[in-house]
């Protein structure tokens, strides 16, 4: 086994910050939910909550397989963007799901 590359080393270790630095906002996206319960008065800060309660997680677990597995930078880069596209998916449906529960659900029998 060869040794590593010193900008090899250099890549891991900004690996292994960005995940812990996904899992703390994570942390703390949780904290913010279970500070503030959900409610439609402040429904553009629930939505952020909920997503980056979903997304940081996933980020961190992207950017630690990255380095196990030792991928490309076109491959991590293209994982990271496909779950950016998944991200702005999942708002657009929240926000449709929340306004369908706050508006039409009176509506219905």
């Known amino acids: 086994m060869e040794p590593a590359r010193p900008d090899a080393k250099r890549r891991r270790r900004a690996q292994i ?3 812990l630095i ?8 949780v904290l913010g939910l ?7 008065a ?14 940081f997680p996933v980020l961190a677990i992207i950017f630690l397989t990255s380095m196990l597995n030792n991928w490309t930078m076109e491959r991590e880069t293209r994982a990271v963007r496909r779950t950016f596209r998944y991200a702005i ?21």
């Not at 279970?34 to 439609?40: E, I, S, T, V």
């Not at 926000?95 to 219905?108: H, I, M, N, Q, T």
Request: proline content about 6%; hydrophobic content about 75%; aromatic content about 16%.
């Open 42 to 55: 402040n429904l553009g800060s629930n939505v952020f909550m909920i997503v980056g309660a979903v997304l």
């Open 34 to 40: 279970f500070a503030n319960p959900l409610d439609f």
């Open 89 to 109: 998916v999942a708002v657009i449906v929240i926000v449709l799901a929340l306004v369908f529960l706050k508006y039409l659900s009176p509506l219905l029998p």
């Open 22 to 29: 996904f899992l703390v906002f994570f942390v703390l996206a």
């Open 17 to 19: 910050a960005a995940s």
